[in-house]
């Protein structure tokens, strides 16, 4: 398929846009590259039902009768309660439960508790997903309070200031436990001279039962065993495959790891991983990001599957080799830099496969392992993941967003000719450096931060590469072909973390993601200190807002000040500090601009979210049932590959 004949975008509805990613590449690998590949997207799309059950304790039964109605429901199709179910059921599929995937609030069905009743007083109660003993009346009073009622698990991840934000979440990570009852476990549990502390909770959900608080943990033999099961069986079919014996190890330890669930094994597993830098193929399979915890600290389950860009990588090889300087030359106190930079690796990926919580929407870079000793011991891998960036780019061509938003041409100019670029750098500092920068003070507890150390986190691998975009290094090193390339990212970055990503967020609400929090802290920190000196400034023009920067060399002076304080929030692992600045800069929204901003994009017909539908591999085989070549095709709707997982993957 040609890059003329390729139609990257599928279907929008409600805010989602869902989009189609090619996989260049694929069909040079070698044979045993891409059985490789097939076997480890497999595994990939296996524990699809676990994110599901994370993310809420009725959402798999929510999404097998909304299915059971899609699939069988013989009545009238075509009218608007039917057709609002179908929205619902999409958004469901795409959010990995009833919430939404970014904002984490219960989205508002288009169709009433009564419509639902007679759609399924008219099917064979047989097709339903009854659980064991259950009527479809007892069906419907479990489920249609939490499909409905708004009070009912509003949201997924509250991280209200002041609440109990583990009785207020609607993740299934906790169960009859308070917050303090869940902090006060974790911290009998740590050691504060242990040199390799553990991500204690990580894999398991913590609950009471007969008044004592105990983890139920995620392994064969234990809660999901089903699932990992299957998924460990794709694992070993891998590891017959593998390309070294490097990377037969790593799959051979995470296997042991979903085989024990033995955290110690996890960070052996992490530390081969990290170490493996000369495979062509890679992947990432297991419980891994905290951001559905409102705790910070058990991971949701995902997966990707790629292989290298040889081309591409090299941009990445470039900072990555440069690390030790960039850390040197840091803005932050020499107290909490590494004196020697270990293990760092980077490289630009072509995704060939997303599940779990990488699927359907997806991060465009990534940074692990998460653990703070690794990080500092060993040091870590890093990934942009550039055909995933393309598709978006690509997608977004002529949509009128920047016509809208953008200041005046001056700006417009900028971006046009230098954002594919700056944003593609930015990402790579942000997860090469920015993650694998600074750290702890001996003695600090990598959770002191809490329910804000996501924000906190995420805040100083963006500012770790905000600050480095404009450097002189930069252009030694041929990475931006000029002095004035960075200002683009620097537009882009303020007019949205100060305007544009309001537009994810519903009216009346606050910032609640982390990312998103992140952003805006920069941002509206940045707003605040450089409005007294005409650094930046927000203007009005014919009714409509905008950003504009006057002195971009003294922005990135405010953007390195800025950096320094959040690493010495993060490695003195000041609690108060962190909570003070989150709440100030990066909660709040200002509900006049937020009208205005909604209204403005409303016009624009865009979807603020997008997300991908997978291709499919099928492999061929000869007379002896050997794979003699794996095909990739990217003809599968939306709709259709979500069936299909549900009736290939549902494990659980």
Known sequence: MTEQTFDYKIEQFAD??????????????????????????????????????????????????????????????????????????KRVWF????????????FVPGFSPDYMKGVLASMDEKILPLEEGETVEMMCDKLFPVIFDPLVMPKRVNQTDGDDLVLTSAANYYEGVTQQEAEDYYAALKKADDPEPIMFGMNSRLVKKDGKVQEEVWKIGGKYSKAIEKIVGWLEKAETVAENDAQKEVIRLLVEFYRSGDLKVFDTYSIAWLKDTESRVDFVNGFIESYGDPLGMKASWESIVNFKDLEATHRTEVISSNAQWFEDHSPVDARFKKKQVKGVSAKVITAAILGGDLYPSTAIGINLPNSNWIRSVHGSKSVTIGNLTDAYNKAARGNGFREEFVYSDVERTLLDKYADITDDLHTDLHECLGHGSGQLLPGVDPDALKAYGSTIEEARADLFGLYYLPDRKMIELGLVPDAEAYKAEYYSYMMNGLMTQLVRIEPGCNVEEAHMRNRQLIARWALKRGEAENVLEMKVCNGKTYVCVNDYARLRELFGGLLAEIQRIKSEGDFDAARSLVEEYGVKVDPVLHTEVLERYRKLNLAPYKGFVNPVYTPEYDAHGEITDVKVSYTEGYAEQMLRYSRDYSNL
Do not use: W
């Open 95 to 106: 959010s990995n439960g009833i919430h939404h995937h970014y904002a984490c609030d219960k």
């Open 16 to 89: 989602l846009q869902l989009l189609r990613y090619q996989v260049p590449g694929f069909e040079s690998l070698t044979l045993k590259q891409k059985k490789l590949v097939y076997y480890l997207s497999e595994a990939a799309l296996e524990g699809r039902d676990i994110l599901f059950d994370q993310n809420g304790k009725f959402n798999l039964q929510i999404r097998k009768l909304l299915e059971a109605i899609y699939l069988h429901f013989q009545g009238d199709r075509s009218t608007a309660d039917f057709q609002a179910m179908v929205i619902y059921m």
